[in-house]
């Protein structure tokens, strides 16, 4: 419901000013109240708060869920607030549990932190996780939580409790609007006084729920005709019809079930597809994308608009679930595309009752000891289970676990299981790899993700191959370190992550047999970011359908194959040594990688590459990048008009360079993201009026040469987030950050003017309007 707000400011300003009283002797505020009645939303909107984030010092947001994990909660909480180095986060992950709470209790006594705890179900939740928080006494540091529990929100605070009311119908109406009509058009026309008088009548059978009202009003957008507004109206009285008991509690779940009724038959599916993920889970965006089109839910047969791919097809299908209200935005990456999506989980529940009705997934719940349950949770295997075959099966793994698969679907699903997927307890690991063998029994799998599942075993079994149906396999972060030769039995692979080590580069390397190549339908490949192949190079100039190839292992292939690879959309080179024979293929002439969208050359050692990279050679060839990433020298820069027009992210590490990179930069029209680490050697650096026009973040990090930083009124006018670190030179940030009301996060680190930037510094006042300011040695 975020981004359509109405009927809240009243409860923001009464959240805020309690959250804010020092006198106050309880230190938690509790939003109680029914499912869909947008508590979360209400939260949400106290944490972002201007306000807010300037009186607390840091911030960090949990969600709780039925399944209540204390440790990875706390965990999670401790390193928001914390910031930690890689060693100190480390130490925190070694702590045991009640040296973790008392860290976490310690840490919020001695600053002001709001740490908000969203959607805590039970009691008993409550209890295992309350000793890692200060409850009570005078002091600065805050709890939020969300629950529908009203025994549980009173029984930790009385005086804390806010019940936010439903919307009237005026209200309802009006958020109704903001979802129904387009926001282009005729509105006179769009809004006809029929089309009001229906929706009025609709809004009325809401009960005011905003959860309801924005999924109807998702759903009304797609209506053009006041007939079609007609229909939705009698199909909302006919599903109301069937619900039972109290009017509030019933009205949401049948309103979401007629949002699911009227999808187009080819979005059910992908909905459906959404309750393989736990709950509360960031769902990443491309790996649905890509289980999607492995299982056919997407295919080739979808009509395409113009040039589009099928993964273009699968990104247009979720825009629709996500405009219908039926999935959540979770995250935006740099160029405004969705990172990450999530459910409700009311709209949650619904994909599992769905899924459960159509037997379209069963999921198995292994126990956790380290887990509370709410006990009328209804995402039990009992609850999941249907009659019938068992075509897709969802595993969800505790820390440890002896079997992978239960004796039942190992006698009863041999030939009819596609899809398996595992969804991890953090540090998960088998106590007994052999007897995930009954795996590779699954003969007609087209998805097998084991994510995360680690064993004692360093080769993966040649029992793999026996899989030839595989459309979708992943081992990333498996801690395999050796691939049977079999596995280029697989030749209807499309997606394939052998991401399989997932720390630094001194990590063992992985070794491939050289028999990718025999998987000419692959789409997207992610190999390990060090090959150990001894004899045999990796021939990968015959898959001429790759999309997505990361970490191309330059020193194990032929530099040469990528020219064949003409579809292309992300490519990741993380050798430097080889990154002049790479940068030799795009030449200006040449179209081999136009559609190329992201590029990265990275390198994974301790220090920078010197080898001097010709970015503008990259820049002519690639005219659709939007994101790119350099590590390396550069002498000097493109002219602004030579870098690629849509260009959102540009990282530029080690570059080194002589003259001010910012006259040029500031020029590029579509640039929300900019990454400098020791990329320019001078001393002064100058932004000018206008400059960055959309730019959001900027980071400048190592600039060690560097003393003055002059930025004219009106630059940047977009900018969000800036971080200072390690200019040890500088003398002081630049005057015109006061003009810069945009920005939201200010953080610096290694810099010495820091000593000036305190409430009664002489800086301050450039950026007192910021509302988070984190400044550390």
């Given at each position: ?12 300003n009464e959240l805020v000013v309690e959250l804010m009283n020092e006198e106050k002797h ?202 079609e507004w007609d229909i939705v109206h009698r199909d909302i009285l006919s599903y109301l ?209 084991l994510e995360g599942v680690k064993g004692p075993y360093e080769k993966l079994p040649k ?315």
């Amino acid at each position: 419901m975020d981004g359509h707000i109405v009927g809240l400011q009243g409860n923001i300003n009464e959240l805020v000013v309690e959250l804010m009283n020092e006198e106050k002797h309880g230190r938690v505020v509790s939003i109680c109240g029914m499912g869909g009645l947008g508590k979360t939303t209400l939260a949400k909107e106290v944490y972002r708060n201007d306000r807010v984030r300037r009186y607390f010092e840091g911030s960090a947001w949990a969600y709780i869920s039925q399944q209540c994990k204390p440790r990875d909660v706390w965990e999670g909480i401790l390193i928001k607030l914390t910031s930690p180095s890689r060693e100190e986060r480390d130490h925190i992950l070694k702590l045991r549990d009640e040296e973790l709470a008392k860290k976490l209790y310690q840490v919020q006594m001695e600053k002001k932190y709001l740490v908000v705890l969203d959607d805590i179900w039970s009691i008993e939740a409550w209890k295992i996780l309350s000793p890692a928080f200060p409850s009570s006494g005078i002091g600065c540091s805050r709890i939020l939580l969300t629950t529908r529990n009203k025994e549980l929100a009173s029984s930790v605070d009385r005086s804390g409790l806010h019940e936010p009311r439903n919307l009237t119908e005026e209200e309802g109406w009006e958020l109704l609007q903001k979802k129904a009509f387009p926001r282009n058009g005729d509105s006179d026309f769009i809004r006809s006084k029929d089309k009001e008088q229906l929706g009025r009548e609709i809004v009325k059978k809401c009960a005011g729920l905003p959860l309801a009202i924005v999924v109807l009003g998702g759903l009304l957008a797609t209506k053009e005709t006041v007939h079609e507004w007609d229909i939705v109206h009698r199909d909302i009285l006919s599903y109301l019809k069937r619900a039972i008991g109290d009017e509030q509690h019933s009205t949401v779940p049948e309103v979401l079930a007629l949002s699911y009724h009227d999808l187009p038959f080819q979005l059910k599916p992908c909905f459906l597809y959404l309750s393989h993920f736990p709950e509360d889970i960031e769902i990443p965006r491309r790996k649905l994308v890509q289980l999607w089109i492995a299982e056919g839910i997407v295919s080739p047969h979808h009509e395409a608009e113009g040039d589009e791919t099928i993964e273009d097809v699968a990104e247009r299908y979720l825009g629709y679930l996500i405009n219908r209200c039926m999935v959540q935005v979770g995250t935006l990456g740099s160029t405004g595309k969705i990172k990450t999506c999530r459910l409700h989980d009311l709209m949650r529940d619904l994909c599992l009752s769905k899924a459960k009705q159509e037997n379209f997934l069963q999921i198995i719940h292994y126990p956790d000891e380290n887990r509370v349950v709410n006990s009328s949770s209804s995402r039990m295997l009992s609850e999941t289970t249907s009659t019938g075959k068992t075509r897709r099966l969802a595993v969800f793994l505790p820390s440890q676990v002896v079997n992978l698969i239960p004796s039942k679907y190992k006698k009863d699903s041999h030939l009819s299981l596609r899809s398996l997927i595992y969804f991890h307890a953090r540090k998960c690991r088998l106590v007994n790899w052999q007897l995930t063998r009954t795996i590779f029994e699954f003969k007609m799998l087209k998805v097998l993700d084991l994510e995360g599942v680690k064993g004692p075993y360093e080769k993966l079994p040649k029992d793999i191959g026996d899989l030839v149906q595989l459309q979708f396999l992943s081992l990333k972060k498996t801690h395999i370190q050796a691939l049977p030769s079999s596995i280029g039995n697989l030749i209807h692979l499309k997606t394939l992550n052998l991401q399989t080590i997932s720390k630094l580069s001194w990590d063992p390397t992985v070794q491939i047999p050289n028999v990718i190549w025999k998987m000419e339908r692959l789409r997207h490949l992610y190999l390990p970011k060090w090959c150990g192949n001894a004899v045999d190079k990796l021939q990968l100039g015959n898959l001429i359908n790759l999309q997505t190839l990361v970490n191309f292992p330059a020193n194990k292939c032929d530099v040469e194959d990528l020219r064949k690879l003409t579809n292309l959309r992300k490519l990741v080179l993380n050798d430097p040594k080889h990154f002049k024979s790479l940068v030799k293929i795009f030449s200006p002439q040449s179209r081999t990688l136009s559609y190329l969208e992201s590029l990265s050359l990275t390198s994974e050692t301790l220090s920078f590459p010197d080898e001097v990279v010709d970015v503008r050679q990259l820049m002519l060839s690639c005219r659709r990048l939007q994101k790119l990433h350099v590590e390396g020298r550069i002498e000097k820069l493109p002219e602004y008009h030579q870098f690629p027009p849509n260009l959102a992210k540009l990282t530029l590490w080690g570059s080194n360079l002589e003259e001010d990179p910012m006259p040029t930069l500031e020029r590029l029209p579509n640039l929300r993201i900019l990454s400098g680490w020791q990329m320019f050697a001078g001393k002064k650096m100058v932004c000018s009026n206008q400059g960055f026009p959309k730019l959001k973040s900027l980071l400048l990090r190592g600039f060690s040469n560097l003393e003055d930083w002059t930025m004219e009124e009106g630059a940047m006018p977009s900018l969000c987030r800036l971080e200072i670190s390690s200019c040890i030179k500088l003398k002081m940030i630049p005057d015109s950050l006061r003009f810069v009301k945009t920005l939201q996060e200010l953080e610096i680190y290694g810099c010495l003017f820091k000593v000036n930037m305190g409430s009664e510094g002489e800086d301050f006042y450039k950026v007192q309007h910021v509302p988070s300011i984190v400044i550390r040695n």
